[in-house]
């Protein structure tokens, strides 16, 4: 069995090697000669399967997509060749949510105020806008959401985007891009939208680029300095809008959902369910294949404050970091030149392609013996000693 996966999709050896041969790829620039004789496709959401791609291969036994977004797969094509397809729903939610949370922590420091205390509006409530409402809740901050999709089946208590744009100091989005129907989200924010948000409020986009008309974003910030941006995904990637990022206080390469635990419960989903094609047993595990974090444990003497628990987020993940590097790498001195080895030249592919450091809360013991008062810090994610 030939299984073709993304050069970047971890842990493939260690879950697929006893299936076959594996071969690595590029996934932004696979053609459909590399695909012509392959068994199994392993991709992300840089790859665009359809007819096109696969139009050499007549022996195609399973697709899959670690991704949780589903628009780069032409599904119906792939169900009409009777190909079995599958993609990863939630495995990346976590790490979204508490990249999200971090990101708040961090601004709320930046600019000397507090994150309780503020009204947070998550726009698409799926997995990952979950995950953000289960961190932000878990803190004890008043969360709204919306989403028109899921609001009628769904027992959550849900807003309007108008209602949630007129009362939220920060906007943070988790939706799919769709470009058709009555709830499209291509542009979803565009120039009127964003002119209208609140004075002083904190914009996050964590879902895709195209969300936001990224053009009009650089056209109302020179005009709203105060509304404040954390841009994880961007118009046009991997080639993003470089005049923009001198705007955002923290800019990131698609990374949000890139924890080790995120990347490898995205690939054994996959594993699971050719194993589950194939009719044998998924006798693997998924925790075999982290490593332990540098520092297991934490002793609590006390209730961590708002900035001490930010202190205890960038224990397990310096956010800081990323941004540092987005800048460096895409950015000539701050100006607005691109670097000759930059986003000409997959400077954007390599820091996601490179960005293998990442843990999650959980990978965090915290030690809070005699402490009462700690279920938020577990709810929020972190382990505990002897739970």
């Not at 073709?4 to 594996?22: K, R």
């Not at 496709?41 to 997509?65: C, E, I, M, W, Y």
């Not at 005699?370 to 929020?380: E, H, I």
Request: hydrophobic share 40%.
């Amino acid at each position: 069995m030939k299984i073709l996966a993304d050069e970047n999709m971890p842990y493939v050896e260690q879950l697929f090697g006893d299936l076959g041969t594996i071969e690595a790829v590029n996934g932004r620039t696979l053609t459909p000669q590399q695909i012509k004789d392959a068994d199994v496709l392993l991709v992300r959401s840089v790859t665009k399967v359809d007819q096109a791609l696969l139009s050499l291969n007549t022996g195609l036994k399973f697709v899959g997509s670690a991704t949780i977004g589903t628009d780069h797969i032409d599904q119906n094509y792939l169900a009409s060749k009777g190909i079995p397809f599958t993609n990863a729903p939630g495995c990346n939610a976590t790490a979204v949510g508490e990249f999200a949370f971090i990101a708040m922590l961090e601004l709320a420091k930046r600019f000397g105020t507090k994150l309780k205390g503020k009204v947070v509006g998550i726009v698409g409530a799926g997995n990952t806008g979950s995950a953000v409402a289960k961190c932000l809740e878990a803190y004890g901050v008043e969360v709204l959401l919306n989403d028109p999709l899921i609001e009628a089946d769904d027992p959550r208590e849900f807003v309007s985007l108008e209602e949630l744009i007129a009362r939220a100091n920060v906007i943070s989005l988790h939706v799919p891009l769709t470009k058709d129907g009555a709830h499209k989200t291509w542009y979803l924010f565009d120039e009127q939208r964003l002119q209208s948000l609140m004075p002083d409020v904190w914009l996050l986009n964590c879902c895709r680029g195209e969300v936001i008309d990224n053009r009009a974003l650089i056209k109302v910030k020179r005009r709203r300095p105060d509304i404040k941006l954390v841009l994880d995904v961007w118009e046009g990637e991997p080639d993003p809008m470089l005049e923009l990022v001198p705007y955002v206080e923290l800019a990131t390469p698609h990374i949000a959902g890139y924890s080790l635990e995120g990347k490898a419960r995205g690939t054994y989903m996959l594993y699971q369910k050719l194993m589950a094609v194939l009719g044998l047993d998924a006798d693997k595990s998924m925790t075999s294949l982290l490593p332990a974090l540098w520092s297991q444990q934490v002793s609590l003497d006390e209730l961590p404050s708002e900035k001490a628990l930010l202190q205890l987020s960038r224990f397990v993940y310096d956010l800081r970091d990323d941004d540092e590097l987005f800048r460096q790498t895409m950015l000539d001195d701050s100006s607005i030149k691109p670097l000759e080895n930059s986003a000409n030249n997959n400077g954007f592919d390599l820091m996601r392609k490179n960005h293998k450091h990442r843990r999650e809360f959980s990978a965090l013991k915290l030690a809070t013996a005699g402490q009462s008062d700690v279920d938020w810090l577990f709810k929020l994610g972190f382990s505990g000693v002897g739970r």
